[in-house]
């Protein structure tokens, strides 16, 4: 069973597969490939929520046709995809470029704005 540290995370191999990885995040286990994984904990960190890697490898499981570049306005914030490759979406959020699947980027955008209007809230208390 090798083993890999990112980010403070401990990262183990499944089994005698190198393909599959597990990393411990407060009573989950999660599991898949490096890079699936590697995003989850970088979700966690960024959102204090919890994505399966699972979902980083099935968004957008279709390639656009023509793969010409496509933008969309999510809650005021602009997804972008130049190349038509389905985990390939890119947006300026809060000064830094976010990459990744559209659904998994719109789900951090959702819990950054969700945080912020309970912070607004507490403050007004």
């Not at 069973?1 to 401990?10: D, H, I, L």
């Not at 190198?18 to 490939?33: C, E, F, N």
């Not at 699936?36 to 490898?57: H, M, N, R, Y």
Request: hydrophobic share 35%; aromatic share 10%; glycine share 8%.
């Amino acid at each position: 069973m090798a083993a890999a540290t990112y980010r403070g995370f401990t990262l183990k191999t499944a089994g005698n597969s190198t393909d599959v990885w597990q990393v411990q995040i407060k009573a989950h286990t999660l599991s898949g490939s490096m890079p699936a994984v590697k995003k989850s904990i970088d979700w966690f960190l960024d959102t204090a929520t919890i994505i399966d890697p699972k979902e980083f490898g099935s968004i957008g499981n279709k390639k656009q046709q023509d793969g010409s570049p496509v933008q969309e306005n999510f809650h005021g914030y602009t997804l972008k995809n130049d190349t038509g490759e389905p985990n390939e979406w890119y947006c300026f959020f809060n000064g830094k470029l976010i990459k990744g699947g559209k659904l998994a980027m719109q789900k951090h955008i959702e819990a950054y704005l969700l945080a912020k209007q309970k912070a607004e809230q507490q403050q007004k208390k």
